[in-house]
């Protein structure tokens, strides 16, 4: 919409996402979340995207032990990325909580995303540090989830070409939460 506010910028941006969940048997659910966006015009790079990143390169490394994001990248560190057009897969494989008690039922899943994207005019934003993300970003994990009173843990890893030079900086460990209502 041109005009609307008086606005400095003129630019459109597009996105989509869509969540495919399939139950399978013994109450293992596999999830797939599959999103994209792209922007047209000149857009101020508050507005493009950043593909979700939770991650922080923080030293000494246990700094770096945050809590997980439900569909984040949680080891690319923040702003690391930006693109004006992008695609993402996450999938997540949950198995069936394991019984152990009544009150404890710890849960295992196993996750992998990947996100390609561009960006048109890097030049346009030459006071910030960023990469783009033409080649590809991966990352696989697994949550223990729901340890103790919904807390867990999850390690996630980032391989191909975005690798790190230093292995501990391509891994991430993080708390997780989950609540369970047990309806």
Do not use: C
């Not at 101020?44 to 809590?67: E, G």
């Not at 996630?156 to 900086?169: E, K, P, V």
């Amino acid at each position: 919409f041109e005009n609307i506010f008086q606005g400095n910028f003129n630019f459109t941006q597009l996105n989509f996402r869509t969540l495919y969940k399939l139950k399978r048997l013994r109450k293992s659910i596999t999830t797939f979340l599959f999103e994209g966006g792209i922007v047209f015009g000149e857009t101020p790079i508050s507005h493009l995207y950043n593909a979700t990143p939770n991650y922080t390169f923080n030293n000494p490394w246990s700094k770096r032990v945050t809590f997980a994001g439900k569909n984040s990248f949680e080891t690319m560190g923040y702003n690391e990325f930006i693109s004006d057009k992008f695609l993402a897969l996450h999938i997540k494989h949950e198995l069936k909580p394991f019984k152990i008690s009544t009150k404890f039922k710890p849960q295992l899943t196993l996750a992998s995303r990947g996100t390609i994207g561009t960006i048109e005019n890097p030049e346009y934003h030459s006071q910030i540090q960023f990469k783009n993300l033409k080649r590809g970003y991966f990352e696989s994990g697994i949550e223990l989830n729901s340890l103790l009173k919904g807390f867990g843990i999850s390690s996630y890893y980032r391989f191909g070409y975005y690798q790190n030079a230093l292995w501990s900086d391509n891994l991430s460990v993080k708390l997780t939460y989950k609540i369970r209502l047990d309806f």
